[in-house]
Nanobody, 123 residues
Framework: QVQLVESGGGLVQAGGSLRLSCTAS????????MGWFRQAPGKEREFVAV????????SYANSVTDRCTLSRDNAKNTVVLQMNSLRPEDTAVYYC????????????????WGQGTQVTVSS
């Protein structure tokens, strides 16, 4: 069982930056690839980014590539999503998730989810 807790969300103006963090419980954090998804009102949950268990490989959604950087520190059981040049369409609840698979972009392949953190980008 893995427990995930997100932090770092908030209100920011367009063009600004946010640093979202996710901290996991347990000593087996390095066994999981870690992903970020987001869900806006009236929208389906969508993939944002994922990093492999060793941190050697990442994948980003086309909507955030070149604006976001995902990293992890296995010693601290933490994954960080640095988001820059934020746009109003980035407004959503952002969820951290863990998976035993390599580097999936499909939400159904994730085993554990955090409760989410709100990101609001004003124009």
């Amino acid at each position: 069982q893995v427990q995930l807790v997100e932090s770092g969300g908030g209100l920011v103006q367009a063009g600004g930056s946010l640093r979202l963090s996710c901290t996991a419980s347990g000593r087996t954090f390095s066994n999981y690839a870690m992903g970020w998804f987001r869900q806006a009102p009236g929208k389906e949950r969508e993939f944002v980014a994922v990093i492999s268990r060793t941190g050697d490989s990442t994948s980003y959604a086309n909507s955030v590539t070149d604006r976001c950087t995902l990293s992890r520190d296995n010693a601290k059981n933490t994954v960080v999503l640095q988001m820059n040049s934020l746009r109003p369409e980035d407004t959503a609840v952002y969820y951290c998730a863990a998976t035993i698979h390599y580097r999936p972009t499909i939400s159904t392949l994730y085993n554990y989810w955090g409760q989410g953190t709100q990101v609001t980008v004003s124009s």
